[in-house]
Each structure stands twice: as structure tokens, then as C-alpha cells.
């Protein structure tokens, strides 16, 4: 028994992260296959005692072992069905370009609202609530389409269209006039 509190938290063999992933604990890839008892007919014997007993009959020698390799080649198997997660550059990428998204949507609340009373004179109210409420959500909306459209694609068409909903989503009326406004 050791005295490391690591041992724990682990399983026998674990040597990366690939298990805590799927929730499943890996084989170790040097671990013998399970051995199955032979199944043969046993022959009836007498004891010394007079009483049949049965024995059973020399096993024959073992004509080929499996690879050691089986289990390890189950187990690759098996991380190949998990998921395999964004990697560090583009889960950066995607939490930059969500906050420039955020920032967006505050930009348009306060570009809408300093835009509110010079849009009076030209549109209605009930026309001019629900695009400022659609401007708003527009960030959030492109964010999340460009997440669930592009889940199955390569990594550049995501980041391509991050990128272009950076450059086409700016507040401009927050831009132009700014919070002070002239």
C-alpha cells in the first residue's frame, strides 16, 4: 500500500486525462485477456471409497495466446468514439471573439439609445424598438449560429466566420457619436 494521496483519485494505469473525459477507466494495455475456464466433458472416475467422481481430462496445451495487444487496440476503440475537444489556441480564440461580442451588444445598447431621439423624427417608436432589440441580440444570435452551423467543419471555417461577424456586427452608431456624443 502506498502512501500517496494521488492513488485516490486514480485508477490502476492511468497515464493521461483520456479517461476522466469519458467518465470510463482505462485497461491497462499490458493487462492479460480474462481466462476462461476450459469447457470439456468430465469423465466419471471411481475414488478409493467406491464413489463415482468426475475428473476432469488433461487440458490440452494452449495452441495460441492473444496478443497482448487486444486490450490495448479495445481501448483505442474506445477513445475514438469520444469526442475530441477544441484545442487551447481555439478555445482562446473563442472566448476573445464572445467577449468582442459582448462588448458589441453593450455598444449597441448605448449607440441605440444615444440614436433613440434623432430616430424619433424619422421613424416611429414601434418601428424603431424591435431592431434596436434585434441589434442588440445580433451578436449573440451570429455566435451562436456560427457555433451550432459550423460544429461538424473544419476549424478554419469557425474561426473564418468568427471573425467576419467581428468585422460586419460593429455598433457603428456607438462608434460615430461615442458615449458623449457631439
Known amino acids: ?17 483520456a ?4 467518465g470510463r477507466p482505462r ?8 481466462v476462461e475456464p476450459p469447457l470439456h466433458d468430465a469423465t466419471p472416475t471411481e475414488s478409493a471409497a467406491g464413489a ?18 487486444a486490450p490495448a487496440a479495445s481501448v483505442a476503440a474506445d477513445d475514438d468514439e469520444a469526442p475530441a475537444g477544441l484545442s487551447n489556441a481555439m478555445l482562446l480564440l ?12 453593450v455598444g449597441w445598447v448605448v449607440g441605440g439609445l444615444r440614436l433613440q431621439p434623432l430616430a ?11 431592431w434596436f432589440v434585434l441589434a442588440i441580440a445580433a451578436p449573440a444570435l451570429w455566435f451562436l449560429a456560427t457555433w451550432v452551423l459550423t460544429r461538424g467543419r473544419a476549424a478554419w471555417v469557425r474561426v473564418a466566420l468568427l471573425l467576419a461577424g467581428v468585422v460586419l456586427l460593429v455598433p457603428w452608431p456607438f462608434v460615430t457619436v461615442g458615449v458623449v456624443g457631439s
Open 1 to 17: 500500500m502506498t502512501s500517496d494521496s494521488d492513488d485516490a483519485l486514480s485508477w490502476e494505469g492511468d497515464d493521461d486525462t
Open 120 to 130: 424619433s423624427f424619422l421613424v416611429a417608436d414601434a418601428m424603431f424598438l424591435p
Open 27 to 34: 485497461r491497462r494495455e499490458n493487462a492479460a485477456p480474462p
Open 94 to 105: 473563442v472566448g476573445v471573439v464572445g467577449g468582442v461580442y459582448l462588448l458589441y451588444s
Open 52 to 69: 463415482p467422481t468426475t475428473r476432469p481430462p488433461a487440458s490440452p496445451p494452449p495452441t495460441e495466446a492473444a496478443p497482448p495487444s
Open 19 to 22: 479517461s476522466h473525459r469519458t
